[in-house]
């Protein structure tokens, strides 16, 4: 095996730690979650919003997300869960890959909608503060798919061809052995990155508000994702010659357009405040947190209150 005229694929998809069987695939996807909502965090707060209340709305999305994108997955391969003598639990299996982005996006966005609600914040201005990091929790959790030896490409003879055994289900009939295929994995975790990079100097340039930075999002990731989609090999159904992926970042490319367009003919003020109109913070508990924090010089007494200066005697 020439490491570089070629991609090998792990032999492995899973470590024991203890008692528990840890999936690689996992571990990626909680990683990339983990990352987008640090990054959402830190974007938030700088516009104003407060601390925590990224994560208090993840705890509603991400729930939801993962059993949207399962949902989307097993109906777009309904002939791989349902089948005379088939393991039906395998439905459940979401360690052994097999999570739609488009179908979490879509219930992601129901569950950060009632948590942006419950919180008192525009659902807009979460879904712009992290929109960016999710192009890189979806570049994370693509090595994921490297580890499951799955989501590959057509064959290829380009020297970063990606290696996979013939044992492997997913290998096509009728090839013969030492055939590389096109890693989309690695071309989708490049061009999430890149994708990043994009947005987060388009919201220094522009100011992305009002759901803007969500679309710019959803026309980025889908326009790349619809390239890659079209040379992926694994089962997949398909609609007027389309794979439904296809169809689904066609759909994704026009409603980041249409939000864009919405929001910029609706939205010509600028974004003053993240809360939801009647739940900004009272200035009772502004000035809170502001007498809680001593200022420079203030002696304070053993309780942490400020102490009384006193002057010394002569």
Not at 99 to 104: H, M, R, V, Y
Not at 255 to 283: D, Q, Y
């Amino acid at each position: 095996m020439n490491l570089f005229a070629s991609i090998p694929s792990p032999e492995v998809s899973s470590f024991e730690l203890g008692p528990v069987r840890v999936h690689y695939y996992a571990l990626f996807i909680l990683l990339g979650i983990a990352l987008a909502i640090w990054i959402g965090s830190r974007r938030f707060t700088k516009r104003g919003g407060p601390s925590g209340a990224i994560l208090d709305i993840a705890l509603w999305a991400v729930p939801f997300g993962i059993l949207g994108g399962r949902f989307y997955h097993v109906i777009t391969h309904w002939n791989y869960y349902f089948y005379d003598g088939a393991n039906l639990m395998k439905v459940f299996a979401v360690w052994e890959g097999g999570l739609a982005i488009f179908g979490a996006l879509a219930f992601g966005s129901v569950g950060a909608f009632i948590g942006a609600r419950t919180a008192g914040i525009r659902f807009l201005s979460f879904a712009d503060a992290i929109a960016p990091g999710v192009l890189v929790a979806q570049a994370i959790g693509r090595i994921g798919n490297y580890f499951n030896n799955e989501l590959f490409g057509q064959p290829t003879t380009l020297p970063w061809g990606l290696e996979i055994a013939t044992g492997n289900p997913a290998y096509p009939e009728g090839l013969p052995a030492g055939v590389l295929f096109h890693p989309t994995f690695l071309y989708e975790l490049i061009w999430n990155l890149i994708g990043f990079a994009a947005l987060i100097w388009l919201d220094r340039k522009l100011k992305l508000r009002w759901g803007q930075m969500f679309a710019a999002y959803l026309i980025v990731y889908s326009i790349g994702r619809a390239f890659i989609e079209s040379i992926r090999i694994d089962p997949s159904e398909v609609i007027l010659g389309l794979r439904t992926n296809v169809w689904s970042s066609i759909a994704g490319i026009a409603v980041g357009i249409a939000l864009l367009i919405w929001s910029r003919r609706t939205h010509k003020e600028p974004e003053t405040s993240v809360f939801l109109p009647g739940r900004e913070p009272s200035p009772a508990d502004n000035d809170l947190v502001k007498q809680s924090e001593p200022l420079e010089g203030d002696a304070l007494d053993s309780e942490g209150t400020k102490a009384e200066q006193v002057e010394p005697k002569t």
